[in-house]
């Protein structure tokens, strides 16, 4: 795949992932790149820049709300939650992704010369 | 919930930065407070978290510009909720209150029907080109200024010979120019005949105007030449009534006059002649016109039309088009045409121009009149809203401490007030709509009223007006519905400031309002007056029941020799015909028009002169005195066995006696006329006004009808009035000889009417304008005294309650109300008497500062606002001080 390809893809799994992230309750920046390091065990490449841009975008969308808060460390930071919206997309975003995996491993398992 | 406090925080656009900054710092402290931990120093730990990160200057920039859109779709979103809510409360406020959407509404459709009558009438005269004409602004009227000998004064005139505007028109600075004569060609014959309102124009005309027809084509060149063949273009409402607007009718042929015409085209609906008449058919000019009207210099008979050169100013065109004309005229050199005559150059419309008629400056002043009857009801509106806003300052006051935005209030207002002015105006449009067809044609009955439709001007303007009354009167409501002075409101202060400091503002918009009922009545007043007078001026004869008939013969069936014949016999005939009365004949009927020819004595060198010089001379047959009930001073009148000698005699009005034979008797003298021929003179009689209502004192004279005369009008008074009197002296007219090929009857009073037109429409419509004003006024007042009395019970209980009579307190209402009125008649007639010198050219023998009428004018008020003030005086006095005390 060509770098610009991979990079199509990556934003439209970076929505998902960050979904994702916000699915157990409500995290701030950090702490969602944090989280998408830590399960993805370093695997992909995101940069952290396109993670904000992809909350802001989806905050804008009505997938994602958002609020001041205070953090961990005693610290102002600005967390993101889920709304219903956001829920639905994820839900949907899930689904779309396993079919193409399915009809992908389809065509790499497929034993016969001929469909 | 959650949102909408963050998205509040969000909306102000500078924050955007801030927060974006705010949340990227935060991300680099935790992530560089996680390296450390790690055991990097600070430097690697920073680079670590910016290679992580990524461009952080063009991700700031993406995120900012991210945020700020939310904002700002967040924003706009608030504003068109919160005006939605606005309008919906308008709306709502707009139903729940009926009576006064009702009241408001009627107003306004008053003020706003008027005004757009007027407009429409005004546009079509003034403003908007005549239908069908392309690029109005490049074309103009030509008139011609230059000593008039018998005026003896240089004179305007829009009537050009046909000579000397061809001659004109050779001028460079014109891309072309063309003529027309108004004509009555008779279609038909004998009961059938009637008249076809024509207009003769010269082969160019359609090409200079610029039309297009509906159907075939239009005149052309070609076709205004004697030998072509006769070509006729109907118009486009007489093609509908006549022909039912069959698209067959190309071809067909249409007699008219002496000839056949065939038809060629159909002019657009809507097209007049320039003068805005309606037009029945266009032919070309020279097959209808005689050899004399088209050469003859002196045959002032056509209207003239140019088209500009684009770019050519108007006074370069009229400058060059008089050095023509007085090159031609020199080269012609005929009689005592003057060499300093002047081409002017008007707008193409007539009630621009220098030919306007008086009616025109009336419309003019009705327009005006109309802006002030807007005027004066946009001040009862603001009032009726005013007393509302006062009537719910409770509920106002509860509102704004709920939280309520100030200027939500005031905008709410301000949108009922745009609201009912549109419900107004579109009441005052369906109103308009049949009232300003019917109004044009009593204001000018030649123009083509029906035809247009409507200015396209006067929908547009008149919502404009409707929305710029609407929130002018909810101006000073708003801001008081803004809920200033609220406090007092929640105390349940009765008379707080708000209501006293309105009171006054109230008290003087009805006091406007009477200024203005009291001029709008006083130019009313005046122009009664001059109606009355003009009406009754007497002219010295008797026109009422008076019936004028004009013989129109089959062409070429008849020699000017002949017809003196026939009308003699026609005389004869209605002379003894049972329906008739009185029968004469006259060479010009009272009030069609004048001929003068000067006497000369055969022993005087020189005559004494009066007014213009010129002596007016009438020719008569058959009993013309007595039928207008005219009465010798001296001697006799002429009777119906002294026409038709070969001697005349002659009858003399009492200026032309006293002038002449200051010393002698009159009767038995001679006068001349052209010939050296002892004309005896028989009788005196009063002076009579001939030529109308405005004829300065003249000397004239009465000549018996002889052979040589040739044409006349007949006269006929009847015995029974009605149509049925027209039909039989036409039938018996016609009767009279075969050749005879038509017969118009008109009662004499239509020649007088147009005299009197000016007047009546002054004094009517002004009357009606004003009576309006004035109603509309005393309801304003009505309205401002009812209310103050019922928000000042508490103050009534306390005067009762102290030992104030009843008629006392119910006097002190009545004072205001008279004060009010008394205030408004000083001011009004003080704008009056400062305005009305500027009619002066419009009364008739009335002064602009005549006292009868101003004196009449303030009687008036004071009784209208008397009859305002009594009700709400009665219910002053009828408060009970024990229940006015306890209240509120």
New interface residues.
């Given amino acids: 795949m060509t770098r610009n390809a991979s990079l199509a893809l990556v934003q439209g799994t970076l929505d998902m992932l960050v979904l994702k992230a916000l699915t157990f309750g409500r995290r ?3 702490g969602v ?1 944090q989280w998408v390091r830590a399960t993805t065990g370093g695997r992909l490449e995101v ?4 993670l ?2 992809a909350l ?2 989806m ?2 969308r009505g997938w994602l ?4 808060g205070v ?1 961990e ?1 005693n ?4 967390y993101y ?1 889920l ?1 219903a919206e956001g829920r639905r997309q994820l839900r949907s975003q899930k689904r779309q992704w396993s079919e193409y995996a399915d009809a992908v491993f389809a065509v790499l398992e497929s034993k016969e010369a001929r469909a | 919930m959650r949102r909408g406090r963050s998205v509040l925080r969000m909306l102000r656009l500078r924050d955007a930065t801030r927060d974006v900054e705010e949340e990227l710092r935060h991300h680099f402290e935790e992530t560089v407070r996680e390296l450390l931990s790690r055991g990097l120093t600070e430097a690697e730990a920073g680079r670590e978290a910016s290679a992580r990160f990524g461009d952080v200057a063009h991700y700031r920039r993406e995120l900012e510009s991210i945020d700020r859109g939310m904002a700002r779709r967040v924003r706009l979103q608030r504003r068109r909720e919160a005006l939605r809510d606005v309008a919906v409360d308008a709306v709502r406020a707009v139903v729940r209150s009926r009576w006064l959407t009702v009241a408001v509404m009627a107003t306004l459709a008053l003020g706003l029907g008027v005004n757009a009558t007027m407009f429409d009438i005004i546009d079509r005269l003034l403003l908007s080109p005549p239908p069908h004409v392309a690029d109005a602004d490049r074309l103009r009227r030509v008139h011609v200024e230059q000593w008039e000998e018998w005026a003896r004064e240089r004179r305007t005139r829009g009537t050009l010979s046909l000579p000397e505007f061809v001659a004109m028109t050779e001028a460079a600075s014109l891309a072309g120019g063309a003529a027309w004569a108004e004509q009555r060609l008779t279609a038909g014959h004998g009961m059938d005949a009637r008249p076809l309102t024509t207009v003769a124009v010269s082969g160019n005309y359609f090409d200079v105007v610029g039309a297009r027809p509906v159907l075939g084509r239009f005149i052309e060149p070609s076709d205004d030449a004697v030998s072509a063949e006769r070509v006729v273009v109907l118009g486009h409402a007489f093609w509908q009534s006549e022909y039912g607007g069959a698209t067959d009718v190309l071809g067909r042929t249409l007699a008219a006059g002496s000839a056949t015409y065939t038809i060629v085209g159909v002019a657009p609906k809507g097209m007049t002649s320039l003068r805005l008449a309606p037009v029945d058919v266009w032919v070309p000019a020279r097959q209808v016109m005689t050899q004399q009207a088209l050469e003859g210099w002196g045959y002032l008979t056509f209207g003239g039309v140019v088209r500009l050169r684009d770019g050519i100013d108007e006074s370069v065109a009229a400058e060059q088009m008089t050095g023509v004309l007085r090159r031609a005229r020199a080269e012609q050199a005929e009689g005592s045409m003057d060499d300093a005559a002047r081409v002017i150059l008007a707008p193409l419309l007539e009630a621009r121009g220098p030919m306007a008629v008086a009616e025109v400056r009336v419309a003019k002043w009705l327009a005006a009149v109309a802006v002030i009857v807007l005027l004066i009801a946009c001040i009862n509106v603001a009032n009726l809203l005013l007393a509302r806003v006062i009537r719910q300052r409770r509920e106002i006051a509860v509102r704004v401490a709920l939280g309520v935005s100030r200027r939500r209030l005031a905008g709410q207002t301000l949108l009922e007030g745009l609201l009912l002015g549109l419900l107004g105006g579109a009441a005052a449009l369906l109103g308009a709509r049949w009232l300003g067809t019917a109004a044009g044609r009593i204001l000018l009955p030649g123009v083509a009223w029906a035809e247009v439709g409507w200015s396209s001007r006067v929908v547009p303007i008149t919502v404009l007006a409707a929305c710029a009354t609407g929130v002018c009167a909810a101006i000073v409501p708003a801001i008081h519905a803004s809920g200033r002075g609220v406090a007092n409101a929640l105390r349940g202060a009765g008379t707080g400031a708000a209501v006293r400091t309105t009171s006054r503002f109230r008290t003087a918009l009805a006091l406007v309002q009477a200024a203005l009922s009291v001029m709008l009545l006083v130019g009313a007043g005046l122009f009664v007056r001059s109606f009355a007078a003009a009406h009754s001026t007497d002219l010295g004869f008797d026109m009422r029941d008076v019936l004028y008939a004009d013989v129109r013969y089959s062409p070429g069936t008849t020699t000017a020799a002949e017809r003196p014949a026939i009308l003699a016999a026609a005389l004869e005939r209605l002379r003894t015909h049972p329906a008739v009365e009185a029968a004469a004949l006259a060479g010009t009927a009272p009030l069609s028009g004048t001929m003068m020819l000067n006497v000369t004595l055969p022993d005087r060198d020189s005559l004494p002169v009066i007014g213009s010089g010129y002596h007016i001379f009438q020719t008569v047959a058959g009993d013309y005195f007595e039928l207008l009930r005219v009465r010798a001073v001296r001697g006799r009148t002429l009777r119906a066995d002294d026409a038709w000698r070969d001697a005349r005699v002659a009858v003399v009005n009492e200026t032309m006696a006293r002038a002449l034979w200051p010393d002698a008797d009159p009767i038995g003298a001679c006068i001349q006329v052209r010939t050296t021929d002892c004309i005896q003179v028989v009788g005196v009689v009063p002076d009579t006004k001939q030529q109308g209502i405005r004829q300065q004192p003249a000397m004239q004279y009465f000549l018996s009808m002889r052979d040589d005369d040739g044409s006349g009008t007949l006269l006929v008074r009847p015995r029974v009035r009605g149509a049925g009197a027209a039909d039989a002296i036409r039938a018996a007219i016609l009767d009279t000889d075969p050749r005879i090929r038509m017969v118009e009857v008109v009662a004499a009073r239509e020649r007088l009417d147009p005299q009197l037109r000016a007047w009546r429409l002054g004094a009517s419509l002004f009357t009606a304008f004003g009576l309006l004003a004035l109603l509309v006024s005393a309801i304003g007042l009505y309205a401002v005294m009812a209310f103050d009395v019922s928000q000042r019970t508490r103050e009534i209980g306390v005067r009762c309650a102290l030992g104030a009579t009843r008629a006392r307190i119910a006097g002190l209402v009545v004072m205001r109300a008279l004060a009010v009125a008394g205030a408004g008649i000083v001011i009004g007639a003080a704008l009056a008497a400062a305005l009305a010198p500027r009619l002066r050219d419009s009364l008739y023998d009335v002064h602009p500062h005549d006292a009868v009428t101003y004196a009449a004018v303030a009687v008036t008020l004071i009784a209208v606002a008397l009859a305002a003030a009594l009700l709400p005086a009665n219910r002053a006095a009828r408060v009970d001080p024990n229940i006015a005390l306890r209240a509120d």
């Fill in positions: 701030h920046g950090y790149a940069e952290e820049g396109a904000y841009t802001h975008r905050e804008r709300e958002s609020e001041w953090s460390n610290r102002r930071a600005k939650a709304t």
